[in-house]
């Protein structure tokens, strides 16, 4: 097991480009999280998916942002006409879920530069 | 709302002393988990210790040890023995809610 990955690891991109980012997740794992970290701060959810259901979005995904988890086992997020203020790590994490653990492992993140 | 705060922006610690790290949260969860996670910097996050709240007995793993303080909402971290990789960022996470605090840069000096 590799643990959790993440492609790209950096991505610079112009404003109002599209940018999509992949999270691999542990192999065994049925849930999967987004993040959202700015420099100096704590990680803010953004959204989760069990299995390939998406449960949870958090308000600060605005409609530029979607994510997928198609199968259930990888999964992408896409951020539509970026904005300055869309520079940020976005980081996943993934979790077994099973009486009630909520351990989750994260990857290395994706560096988000919009210029 | 749901939420989890660290008080300490920085703190720092002399190498081989011992330092606490504060952190309080909020939830409507009856039962749940707290998390303390490092991230050394360029570094992706690691779990360092793990509280589930049914459980009295504060948890440790070698150096590092939990206060967990149900009532108080309170569960601060204790680091013996700094070493200088202990040096990161340093959250508490209540990961039911999937929350994190605002973390606390930890700076172990030689």
């Known amino acids: 097991d590799t643990g959790v990955s993440q492609d790209p690891r950096h991505k610079i991109t112009k404003r109002g480009q599209n940018v999509t980012f992949r999270c691999d997740p542990i192999?065994?794992?049925?849930?999967l999280y987004w993040y959202r970290q700015t420099l100096g701060q704590g990680p803010e959810f953004l959204t989760y998916?069990?299995?390939?259901?998406?449960?949870?979005k958090s308000r600060l995904l605005s409609d530029r942002f979607s994510a997928e988890r198609p199968k259930g086992s990888f999964s992408t997020l896409e951020i539509q006409r970026t904005e300055q203020g869309d520079s940020a790590m976005y980081l996943c994490?993934?979790?077994?879920?099973?009486?009630?653990?909520?351990?989750?492992?994260f990857g290395p993140g994706t560096r988000l530069t919009v210029t | 709302a749901q939420t989890v705060t660290q008080s300490q922006p920085e703190m720092s610690v002399q190498e081989a002393e011992t330092v606490t790290l504060s952190c309080t949260y909020d939830?409507?969860?009856?039962?749940?988990?707290l998390f303390w996670y490092k991230q050394p910097p360029s570094r992706q996050m690691i779990l360092v210790i793990r509280?589930?709240?049914?459980?009295?007995q504060n948890a440790t793993e070698n150096r590092f040890s939990v206060n967990f303080q149900k009532a108080a909402k309170s569960f601060s971290l204790k680091i013996s023995d700094s070493q200088l990789g202990d040096t990161a960022m340093y959250f508490c996470?209540?990961?039911?809610?999937?929350?994190f605090g605002a973390g606390t840069r930890l700076t172990v000096k030689p």
């Open positions: 994490a993934s979790s077994l879920v099973s009486s009630g653990e909520y351990e989750q492992y």
């Open positions: 192999s065994e794992h049925n849930r």
């Open positions: 998916f069990q299995n390939e259901a998406q449960l949870e």
């Open positions: 939830t409507s969860e009856s039962n749940y988990y």
């Open positions: 509280q589930e709240a049914y459980k009295q």
């Open positions: 996470a209540q990961l039911n809610d999937m929350r």
